[in-house]
């Protein structure tokens, strides 16, 4: 991972950054609302852990096994710092009031786009990673790919946490 040693640091330090949702375990299987075959609606997420010094966060969520590579499925940044949870069904808007700002993925629209692994190529993994930044602006405005907001955040993560999900479509 790329931010792996701070987080080794704050594990020994006795605070572990954790993100989850109540849609799933860690591990499990992300339920169908929540993909293409489904609504396709975000899911809940919450987080505790964090940093004492978060001033924002950033939210990108991956599929690392999509066929033509890693496959962007959200990018989510300037969220506060203070918050500690991103509501179900995000609204795919530029910019989402009280929340922060949208990237955009590789489906090509602003928000998040569900799992949606090609029929027949197995069970895929997802994982929503969310950055601890000690900058509240990342300077971006909306519509930013992943790309640019990690080459922006790369000097200012100070903790991160993975919450990982499986789908898999017949």
């Known amino acids: ?8 640091y704050l594990v020994k ?3 572990e950054f954790v993100v989850r949702s109540p849609s799933f375990e860690n591990s499990g299987r992300i339920p169908v ?3 293409c075959d489904g609504e396709d609606v975000s899911p809940r997420l ?9 001033k924002s966060y950033v939210l990108i969520m991956y599929d690392p096994d999509a066929p033509v590579g890693t496959f962007i499925h959200w990018v989510l940044y300037n969220i506060p710092g203070t918050r500690n949870y991103v509501e179900e069904n995000v609204p795919r808007a530029p910019e989402v009031p009280g ?3 949208h990237g955009v993925n590789d489906f090509g629209f602003y928000g998040y786009g569900g799992p949606c692994p090609p029929r027949g190529h197995g069970e895929h993994r997802y994982f929503f990673a969310l950055h601890a930044l000690d900058i509240s602006d990342i300077g971006l405005g909306p519509g930013a790919k992943a790309s640019q907001v990690i080459d922006r955040i790369k000097d200012h ?3 991160y946490a993975v919450l990982m999900g499986r789908y898999s479509r017949g």
């Open 1 to 8: 991972m790329l931010f792996g040693r701070r987080r080794e």
């Open 99 to 101: 929340l922060g700002v």
């Open 46 to 54: 919450e987080w505790s852990g964090a940093p004492e010094n978060t």
């Open 33 to 35: 609302r929540h993909t």
């Open 157 to 159: 993560v100070i903790g």
């Open 13 to 15: 330090r006795g605070k």
